[in-house]
């Protein structure tokens, strides 16, 4: 079994090129990950007038006078995701974004990235998701959190009628920040194993969770993906970097993730070659009886 690791940075480059590429720089070079993951919201489409103009609910953590001034401050455009995608293929790490409506799934369509993610608050927007199955080759991955058993059947559904249920990662999620260990809930990677695994290209885990230790557990029950929330400094202003890891989270996270997915497996034969020198040497055998006298 082989498992990735999706770096997000999603908003925590806090509106500037420069941490966002130093983001990809420790991710790719320090960390090791597979993916480094960025946000496009069109917010004007996203929301209301009256969201838009609303203060932020979390006035300490707003870059801007309304909550749809904090978002366009966070906002990059298309030119600045291509310079993005050109960072990590630089350093040698996969780009990729979230995208929140259809305006940005269009957008983000174009830099042909080998993945787009679907966050949980937007997983039934058919709309988006038909343009996505549409004019995105690549594999599309979505997150479940904050979403029922019923919608779930539903977004496979609309995947299977398009053709593109096996191009479909699905993310076993709770939608907090951070969340406590009880909410994790890591049986739902065995559930959706269970229910969609024949139907979609693999099953995933997106956590917002303190620590490592639960990411390990969902990979031994099979989720083929791990995405977690990346930051500098977990104390830097925004909602997200309370429940992201630092960069030496993220090593680990990479570097620890590897070795449980390597080590899922059977033996391939009773005694493997390793043991045989020990077997060899140290395996207690009954003596063999002596020869009965004639």
């Not at 990735?4 to 990809?24: F, P, R, T, Y």
């Not at 039934?124 to 997150?143: C, R, T, Y």
Request: charged residues 30%.
């Amino acid at each position: 079994m082989s498992v990735k690791v999706i770096a997000e940075v999603g908003c925590n480059h806090m509106g500037s090129m420069d941490i966002a590429k130093e983001l990809i720089q420790v991710a790719a070079i320090y960390a090791k990950a597979d993916v480094v993951k960025f946000q496009k919201r069109n917010n004007r489409e996203l929301l209301t007038e009256a969201q838009y103009n609303a203060p932020h609910p979390n006035p300490a953590n707003s870059y801007g006078d309304t909550y749809g001034a904090h978002r366009e401050f966070l906002e990059f455009n298309v030119d600045q995701h291509h310079e993005l995608k050109a960072e990590c293929e630089k350093f040698g790490i996969e780009y990729s974004t979230s995208v929140w409506d259809t305006t940005s799934a269009r957008e983000m369509a174009t830099l042909k990235p080998s993945l787009l993610k679907v966050p949980s608050a937007c997983n039934l927007h058919f709309e988006m998701l038909d343009v996505l199955a549409k004019d995105f080759d690549g594999d599309i991955h979505l997150s479940l959190g904050m979403t029922t058993h019923d919608e779930e059947q539903q977004i496979v559904d609309f995947f299977v009628e398009r053709g593109r249920a096996k191009d479909l990662v699905l993310y076993a999620c709770t939608s907090g920040y951070p969340v406590a260990f009880d909410d994790l809930c890591l049986l739902e990677v065995t559930r959706l194993k269970d229910k969609f695994g024949d139907q979609v290209k693999s099953i995933a885990f997106s956590g917002h969770h303190l620590g490592i230790a639960a990411d390990m557990a969902a990979v031994a029950l099979g989720a083929e993906w791990v995405e977690r929330h990346f930051t500098m400094d977990r104390t830097w202003k925004g909602t997200d970097h309370s429940a992201s890891l630092e960069p030496d989270g993220l090593r680990r996270l990479c570097r620890d993730v590897r070795a449980v997915a390597k080590s899922l497996k059977y033996k391939s034969t009773e005694i493997l070659p390793v043991e045989q020198v020990q077997r060899d040497k140290l395996k207690w055998r009954p003596k063999p009886k002596a020869a009965e006298a004639a």
